[in-house]
């Protein structure tokens, strides 16, 4: 397992024999490992005692090396996305929650309107039915004055009528 994105130096050397090759400066992860002491498929050039050839050995490590960067990058990438996910969810849990708290002011705000509208109507009922009520009792009252008003008439011409009325 190399280190991503270091910029560690590699070397390769051969050893006294030239049967083995040094590389220095690389992590190799056990896969890579067991599939460099795999036997050698047919049509390889050996050296030797069955040795790899070093730009073959080297070729077979950069192609090594390159895919087990592309597997970190991939597993980074999935990291990302799942840390993106997760951000863009809290951020929509949050509009959610934002819109809820302001539906519910508006909600609250229109329940306020309401009742104070309901208020003034109640009040604006009271003062028309004490109007009413007051219309009432003048009513009664000048009934009352023009009854009284109307008895005295027919007392005053009440002489006036009566000698007709004996005949």
């Known amino acids: 397992m190399g280190g991503g994105g270091s910029t560690r130096r590699v070397t390769f050397e051969a050893d006294e024999n030239e049967n083995i090759t040094v590389v220095k400066g690389v992590r190799l992860s056990d896969s890579v490992i067991d599939r460099m002491k795999e036997p050698s498929s047919p049509g390889r050039q050996h050296r030797g005692s069955g040795a790899v050839n070093d730009d073959e050995l080297k070729k077979r490590i950069a192609e090594e090396l390159a895919l087990e960067r592309a597997r970190r990058d991939s597993e980074a990438q999935k990291r990302r996305l799942k840390q993106e996910q997760m951000f863009v969810r809290d951020e929509f849990g949050k509009l959610l929650e934002r819109e809820r708290i302001s539906s519910n002011e508006h909600l609250t705000r229109a329940i306020l309107r309401?009742?104070?509208?309901?208020?003034?109507?109640?009040?604006?009922a009271q003062r028309f039915a004490?109007?009413?009520?007051?219309?009432?009792?003048?009513?009664?009252?000048?009934?009352?004055?023009?009854?009284?008003q109307l008895a005295r008439l027919e007392e005053r011409v009440k002489p006036f009528f009566s000698p007709f009325n004996e005949e």
């Open 114 to 124: 309401e009742r104070a509208a309901t208020e003034e109507e109640r009040q604006k």
């Open 130 to 148: 004490r109007q009413l009520e007051e219309k009432d009792r003048e009513l009664k009252k000048h009934d009352a004055y023009y009854k009284e």
